[in-house]
């Protein structure tokens, strides 16, 4: 009988890590979609999820990539960082302590990868790949400066934000 317990532990334990990311958006449905090329390359398409649809940064919401194009993981942290500077982030510590996070948390993506990032205010940062859990930035911060990459109103991106924010 113990065993069965143990077993059915064990289960539950790994169903709950593979757990679907969005869970943590409470009624998520999709904002918006985009298309990230660049020259002749189609990178990723990113889809924002927020509750009923509605995006806020006051409440959680997430955003997921869809890579059409083998990417190096440190290659995609350092991007980040030069993305969340272009934001108007300064403090170089802090940019070299998330970097440091980025590179553990990012895997090396191919075609058909899909990195799904949490976003919940005053919270810690959650990664996904697919639904494997990658790991949590815990500085609050960092998520606002992270998804301001795609959001924010200095986006370099600034298409692939409206069309996120449904702003067509």
Do not use: C
């Not at 009624?27 to 509605?54: E, I, M, N």
């Amino acid at each position: 009988m113990r065993s069965w317990m143990v077993m059915i532990g064990a289960v539950v334990f790994a169903w709950q890590a593979q757990a679907e990311p969005l869970s943590a958006v409470p009624d998520a449905k999709p904002v918006g979609t985009a298309r990230l090329s660049k020259l002749v390359w189609d990178v990723y398409d990113a889809t924002l999820y927020a509750p009923d649809g509605q995006w806020s940064d006051a409440q959680p919401f997430a955003l997921s990539l869809h890579y059409l194009m083998a990417l190096d993981g440190q290659d995609i942290a350092e991007r980040s960082v030069a993305e969340i500077r272009k934001q108007g982030f300064g403090d170089e510590v802090k940019l070299a302590a998330w970097y440091s996070q980025m590179k553990a948390i990012f895997p090396d993506v191919r075609k058909g990868s899909e990195i799904t990032g949490i976003y919940q205010p005053d919270a810690p940062t959650a990664f996904y790949l697919g639904s494997e859990s990658l790991g949590q930035i815990r500085d609050p911060e960092f998520g606002r400066w992270f998804f301001n990459i795609w959001l924010g109103d200095n986006t370099s991106e600034p298409d692939i934000r409206k069309q996120l924010l449904g702003m067509r």
